[in-house]
């Protein structure tokens, strides 16, 4: 059973810690349902294409960050063959000048809609992700209150930050290449927080004791997991928790999820605040690193680089 968090109740400090501890969470959604129903039909739609309509819809320089990735490209560090899901990124745009963006061009990509196939969908989208943006700040405001940090802590890395929305479309396990193929391998998110409203079947399970535990998101719920930006930045108080997608024996259908990673800015420098270990005395858990050195590093382990695929695709 995942652990509730009211946003803006006080003196829950302790619970709050213990839920980070687990790493996954329960909050109310501020995401309004009509939106994100709206949200689902249009990529349920854009998902149902062709297939080389779709991969005209890939954005090339970006590491994935942006646009349509085919099936069979993200490959966990545990996995045996590459994911079978498909997915489309977004994000918010930066002003051409920013030095964020001048800096680390792969990171803050201009959003690519397909309009052209899906009419309205870049607007449905493009206020999804304000929306849980939003949402994500009011609930990491929380969290800074709950480690003793202040209120604002979490908030200035999030600052024009490369917080991205996924739209993931898990096709039929009845049409995977092989039996080495899952959803999703089990993984850790390498983001602060990534927030999960409902999908639109089950297959989400996190690992918990050692054991797998299906995750159920009740109607009005996100799910909320910790990323390892936060695990190291609370000197491994917040656990980034162990999950995976996968279709129950049977198990007839797809399955659609929206999610949205709330990365720091890239220049962050990941080091521990004081007095969230449960020895103030103990040394630090994690060398210090800059938040793109991490993203960089799992995108790398994962497959996930642009420099990696061409390599791929010339040998």
């Not at 998101?217 to 000197?235: C, D, F, H, K």
């Not at 491994?236 to 709330?262: K, N």
């Amino acid at each position: 059973m995942l652990k509730e968090i009211a946003l803006g109740a006080r003196g829950n400090d302790k619970h709050v810690r213990s839920a980070l501890r687990d790493g996954f969470f329960l909050v109310r959604c501020a995401v309004p349902d009509r939106l994100l129903d709206e949200a689902y039909a249009q990529l349920g739609a854009f998902f149902e294409l062709p297939a080389e309509v779709k991969a005209a819809c890939r954005v090339t320089g970006a590491d994935g960050q942006c646009g349509y990735l085919p099936p069979l490209v993200e490959q966990g560090e545990k996995g045996r063959a590459p994911d079978w899901k498909e997915l489309f990124h977004w994000g918010a745009a930066l002003p051409a000048a920013h030095p964020l963006r001048e800096r680390y061009p792969a990171r803050y990509p201009r959003p690519s809609f397909p309009d052209h196939l899906v009419p309205g969908i870049g607007a449905t989208l493009g206020r999804l992700h304000t929306e849980m943006a939003r949402f994500q700040l009011d609930v990491v405001r929380h969290l800074a209150g709950a480690l003793g940090a202040t209120p604002g802590y979490f908030e200035e890395m999030l600052e024009d930050g490369p917080v991205v929305n996924r739209a993931t479309w898990y096709p039929p396990m009845e049409h995977a290449p092989s039996a080495d193929h899952v959803w999703m391998v089990e993984h850790q998110d390498f983001d602060l927080i990534t927030a999960l409203p409902r999908a639109t079947a089950a297959g989400l399970e996190v690992l918990i004791d050692g054991e797998w535990t299906s995750v159920e998101v009740p109607e009005g719920y996100a799910v909320l997991n910790v990323g390892m930006v936060l695990e190291r930045l609370t000197g491994g108080l917040a656990r980034a928790a162990v999950h995976r997608v996968t279709a129950a024996p049977g198990q007839r259908g797809g399955r659609l999820s929206l999610v949205q990673f709330c990365h720091p800015t890239p220049w962050t420098v990941l080091t521990a605040l004081r007095g969230t270990g449960d020895d103030p005395a103990a040394p630090e858990p994690y060398p210090a690193l800059t938040a793109q050195d991490l993203f960089q590093r799992t995108m790398y382990r994962i497959n996930r680089l642009d420099s990696q695929q061409s390599a791929a695709a010339r040998s």
